[in-house]
């Protein structure tokens, strides 16, 4: 029976060896980590214009860029809790999105929230940047 310890050891060592190289990379595979390709690349925001705490006046326009979004409708924006009207023109295969600051934020600092939902949690993202707002 002494003999048999160290075989078993040294089985048991390679075995959990083998299921770590195969598990490790578990759940970083672009296709959500199943079969049937149901998965999805997290959207990215970026290019945010004017930049962040830029001097804008009220009313002012911003605009952002949304990489791997599937419908401009998972797209919204608030101002200080405020939804703002967005217009978005795909640009293959980004969607360059506009809107503008509400004009009753004045005198102000206030972040663009940036929200793009999906029906799974690993498929949203949320972003966003600081403008100042001016008098009129």
Request: hydrophobic share 40%; charged share 15%.
């Given at each position: ?8 050891f ?21 296709g959500?980590?199943?079969?049937g ?7 990215h ?10 001097t804008?006046?009220?009313g ?20 200080k ?51 100042k707002?001016?008098?009129?």
């Amino acid at each position: 029976m002494k003999t048999m310890l160290p075989i078993l050891f040294v089985l048991f060592a390679v075995g959990a060896a083998d299921a770590t190289e195969h598990h490790s990379g578990h759940g970083a595979v672009t296709g959500g980590g199943g079969a049937g390709g149901g998965g999805c690349m997290k959207p990215h925001l970026t290019k945010f214009l004017p930049a962040h705490l830029e001097t804008v006046v009220p009313g002012a326009g911003f605009s952002f860029i949304a990489l791997n979004v599937n419908k401009p409708e998972q797209i919204s924006v608030t101002v200080k809790t405020i939804p703002v009207a967005l217009t978005t023109e795909f640009k293959d295969p980004y969607y360059l999105v506009k809107g503008k600051l509400p004009e009753s934020l004045v005198n102000t600092v206030a972040r663009i929230n940036i929200k793009v939902s999906a029906k799974s949690p690993h498929c949203e993202a949320e972003n966003g940047w600081l403008l100042k707002i001016a008098d009129k």
